[in-house]
């Protein structure tokens, strides 16, 4: 979704409720290289809900990211998720104009989108030709003007300028189809997850194609919270133990249990939306499973939720083709999961609907 329009390179930024995370590449024809990757961690109460409360705190993060990884350009493509923002694919009948079109969406929308109509920002893009009759499919985004317009204000605050606005499950697609290509099928059905921390992105994609997108109002910090919990630790205590590293009198091998709780109940809505999209499309098969996102990182998620779903699950790299001569490899690999959604606004072309 481009709400903007923009015409050069841009940098990807991911603005997060638990961190910033800042993505330059270099294109050079079809190979791409890494040139900055940067991640500023929020205080948890600067956005909440997907609305950033403390604007001056994620004016502050994104300027430090600039200033520490020496950003020169100033464009930036950006985007937001939730509660927010609402994707629906939808049949029109084909008309003559594009004047006909912008209008028939518009009415359409109007009968999907639970907000008033002036208080979105609508863009959509024509999928192909339905399967019946004259008739197009469109994918039809909406997103609410006032959470868009506290993200462009944020990042305008921090000298920069916001061209592009994206949907994080789209994004986090971008990035897959940059990196993985060659290993998917066109007919392979393909769950992508970016496990956030107070949401999962969920984004169902056959080929090119995404099939069906939603958000689960769940995600680290659930796990998070069980921690400070379950132990009587400090927040800072218990992200440092998810991390790995030993914090208040507790280790990392004695928090699985609380983690596997809260595992169980983020599988158990994980599921509820996979049964949704079967009985949508009931004779799609899903193959493979990849999570992103800063959460992917949790410690056996990937055997957790092989065991629960019965089918391959991995951990998406959005570096694996992209070179890197610049940045610090150690870093790239810890946070690399994180980097999904701002590798995939990096890579944007600009110019592209
Ligand atoms: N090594 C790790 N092990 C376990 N959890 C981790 C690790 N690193 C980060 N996390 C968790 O990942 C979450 C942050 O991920 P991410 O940066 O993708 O979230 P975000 O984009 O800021 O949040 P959201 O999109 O939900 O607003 C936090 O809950 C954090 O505790
Ligand atoms: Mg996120």
């Known amino acids: 979704m481009v709400l903007f329009g923009g015409q050069k390179e841009v940098v990807g930024l991911d603005i997060g409720s638990h961190a910033i995370k800042l993505v330059e590449l270099k294109h050079r024809g079809k190979s791409k290289e890494l040139v900055s990757f940067g991640v500023q961690v929020l205080q948890p109460d600067a956005i909440v809900e997907g609305a950033i409360i403390d604007a001056m705190a994620v004016a502050d993060g994104i300027s430090t990211l600039v200033n520490t990884q020496s950003i020169k350009k100033k464009l930036v493509a950006t985007s937001i998720s939730g509660s927010a923002v609402i994707v629906k694919k939808i049949t029109l009948p084909r008309v003559a104009s594009q004047e006909e079109l912008q209008e028939s969406v518009r009415w359409e929308a109007e009968q999907y989108i639970p907000f008033p109509i002036e208080e979105v920002n609508l863009d959509y893009t024509i999928l192909g030709k339905a399967s019946k009759g004259e008739a197009i499919d469109v994918l039809l985004v909406a997103a609410k003007k006032d959470i868009v317009g506290f993200y462009s204000n944020a990042i305008t605050q921090a000298g920069l300028k916001p061209v592009l606005m994206d949907i994080d499950a789209f994004a986090m697609q971008n990035a897959f189809e940059a990196n993985y290509k060659e290993l998917i099928d066109a007919n392979e059905v393909i769950a992508l997850l970016n496990f956030g921390a107070s949401k999962i992105n969920i ?47 507790v280790s990392p091998n004695m928090i699985q249990n609380s983690i596997n709780q809260i595992m169980d109940e983020i599988s158990k809505d994980i599921k509820r939306t996979f049964e949704f999209f079967r009985a949508t499309a009931v004779e799609e098969e899903m193959s493979r499973i990849y999570i992103c996102g800063g959460a992917a990182k949790t410690p056996g998620i990937r055997d957790f939720l092989g065991g629960k779903f019965g089918i391959y ?41």
């Open 203 to 249: 984004n169902i994609i056959k080929g090119e194609n995404s099939l069906f997108t939603r958000d689960i109002g769940i995600g680290g910090n659930a796990i998070t919270e069980a921690v400070m919990r379950d132990f009587n630790i400090s927040r800072e205590g218990a992200e440092s133990v998810k991390r790995g590293i030993p914090a208040e009198g």
């Open 313 to 353: 699950v991995d951990i998406m790299n959005p570096f694996k083709n992209v070179k890197n001569k610049m940045v610090d490899i150690e870093f790239v690999n810890e946070y690399g999961p994180a980097a999904a959604v701002a590798v995939g606004l990096a890579i944007r072309k600009v110019g592209e609907a």
